[in-house]
């Protein structure tokens, strides 16, 4: 997927988001600290992607679930972060379990983002994952350069749709999501700019 909204980018501006992208290693978010996934963080994946109520109607996810799949997913983002264009980020709690993941997308041509992520489903109700989201909006387009943030939800995520609306993203259609598996999923489109 790109985004509908094509901005005008200098060269310069792409080299820069490419960079930051390229740089980034942590992320200070609502649950605590996010760091780059490695491939040793498979198992735990693993663990929190097979609960159907963690992992859902995620697109983005290497399905179906296994350790060589979430591996080659996890290697795939790591080449991903060396050329600037996509972060896998994990965090953990105090006994070592992954309770989040975080899944960027940049374009740095048009100065856009796509990111989703999951919640343990224990954490899940708590209004950790919009505090979450806010946040991420916030840093993409403080620390990143970003300009414009595209989203998409399943036609019938609710929840998200609710979500999106309340950071102030415009819905601007719908489109088919292709998963890794080449799977689609039907999707409303959402833009927010940094304005």
């Known amino acids: 997927m790109e ?3 094509k901005l005008d980018v200098t060269k310069a501006e792409a080299v820069r988001i490419r960079e930051r992208v390229s740089a980034v290693r942590t992320i200070e978010g609502a649950t605590g600290t996010s760091r780059l996934a490695t ?9 929190l992607l097979s609960d159907e109520r963690v992992s859902g109607d995620v697109y983005t996810l290497p399905r179906p679930f296994s350790l060589r799949s979430i591996s080659a997913w996890i290697k795939d983002h790591e080449a ?3 050329d600037g264009v996509g972060l896998l980020m994990v965090t953990e709690d105090e006994s070592g ?7 960027f997308q940049f374009w740095p041509e048009h100065a856009a983002c796509e990111f989703g992520g999951v919640i343990a489903a224990h954490l899940q109700s708590q209004h950790i994952g919009t505090k979450g989201m806010a946040h991420l909006c916030d840093w993409v387009f403080t620390e990143l350069g970003i300009r414009l943030l595209v989203m998409t939800a399943s ?11 309340g950071l ?3 819905q601007m259609g719908e489109m088919d999501s292709v998963r890794p598996d080449g799977s689609v999923r039907q999707s ?6 940094r304005e």
């Open 188 to 193: 409303l489109y959402w833009e927010l700019g």
């Open 168 to 170: 102030n993203f415009t």
């Open 39 to 47: 491939v040793g963080d498979a198992p735990g994946l693993l663990k």
């Open 97 to 103: 379990d992954i309770i989040t993941l975080t899944d």
């Open 80 to 82: 991903q972060a060396k």
């Open 155 to 165: 036609v019938d995520n609710i929840r998200s749709h609710k979500l999106l609306r």
């Open 3 to 5: 985004p509908k909204t």
